[in-house]
């Protein structure tokens, strides 16, 4: 990696950690370059603006661990009852990457950048759509391969699951522990075994 891609990349990185931590409007260009030790000089030759920035965050880290951790589990997954459920499982309780006291990221920058931002909003849409057209799909072929209920709808069923999914991850953000994580978990499998 040449010098300037890794300039880049590491202004991404310490920008995205302060933003999942802060959120992205209490940061500012001054706090990334403190904690980058990057000149201003440097961090404008890479990025227009601020917005410029958190647009490369969505697109070249958060849509590649969304594919990594989202998506790629429901992929090859003959019985989504079961690829849903420990996917989110795991997601609440052992991803270290995704801290309980911050949330869900995509679920953050949604909340906070969205109404009035288009660029943010068409990019976040398009990393949410992709994991609802996967899961909705792993529900499909559930359906085919028999073990869902030919009478399911995978959309709802997809919508469902993420509006928990992100809802939790505020409840958990508010409690500061995983514990609250639990009675979420425990209904979620029972609802799952209503699909089959």
């Given at each position: 990696?040449?010098?300037?891609?890794?300039?880049?990349?590491?202004i991404?990185?310490k920008?995205?950690e302060?933003?999942?931590?802060?959120g992205?409007?209490?940061?500012?260009?001054?706090?990334?370059?403190a904690?980058?030790?990057?000149?201003?000089?440097?961090?404008?030759?890479?990025?227009?603006?601020?917005?410029?920035?958190?647009?490369?965050i969505?697109?070249?880290?958060?849509?590649?661990?969304?594919?990594?951790?989202?998506?790629?589990?429901?992929?090859?997954?003959?019985?989504?009852?079961?690829g849903?459920?420990?996917?989110v499982?795991?997601?609440l309780?052992?991803?270290?990457?995704?801290?309980?006291?911050y949330?869900?990221?995509?679920?953050?920058?949604?909340?906070?950048?969205?109404?009035?931002?288009?660029?943010?909003?068409n990019?976040?849409?398009?990393?949410?759509?992709?994991?609802?057209?996967?899961m909705?799909?792993?529900?499909e072929?559930g359906?085919?391969?028999?073990?869902?209920?030919?009478?399911?709808?995978?959309?709802?069923?997809?919508?469902f699951?993420?509006s928990?999914?992100w809802?939790?991850?505020?409840?958990?953000?508010?409690?500061?522990?995983?514990k609250?994580?639990?009675?979420?978990?425990?209904?979620?499998?029972?609802?799952?075994e209503?699909?089959?």
């Amino acid at each position: 990696m040449k010098k300037a891609e890794a300039t880049r990349l590491k202004i991404l990185e310490k920008a995205f950690e302060l933003i999942y931590a802060k959120g992205y409007q209490t940061t500012s260009v001054d706090d990334i370059i403190a904690t980058t030790e990057v000149t201003k000089g440097a961090f404008y030759y890479h990025f227009k603006n601020k917005d410029e920035m958190g647009i490369s965050i969505i697109n070249e880290l958060m849509k590649p661990s969304l594919t990594k951790g989202f998506i790629d589990p429901l992929l090859n997954e003959n019985d989504p009852v079961e690829g849903i459920y420990t996917l989110v499982y795991n997601l609440l309780m052992k991803n270290d990457f995704l801290k309980v006291e911050y949330g869900c990221p995509v679920s953050n920058l949604t909340h906070e950048m969205t109404p009035w931002n288009t660029d943010f909003n068409n990019a976040l849409d398009e990393l949410t759509q992709q994991w609802i057209k996967t899961m909705a799909e792993s529900v499909e072929r559930g359906k085919k391969n028999g073990f869902i209920r030919a009478d399911v709808n995978s959309m709802q069923v997809t919508m469902f699951v993420m509006s928990g999914y992100w809802g939790i991850r505020n409840f958990g953000k508010l409690a500061n522990s995983k514990k609250i994580y639990l009675p979420f978990l425990k209904e979620l499998k029972k609802y799952f075994e209503t699909l089959r």
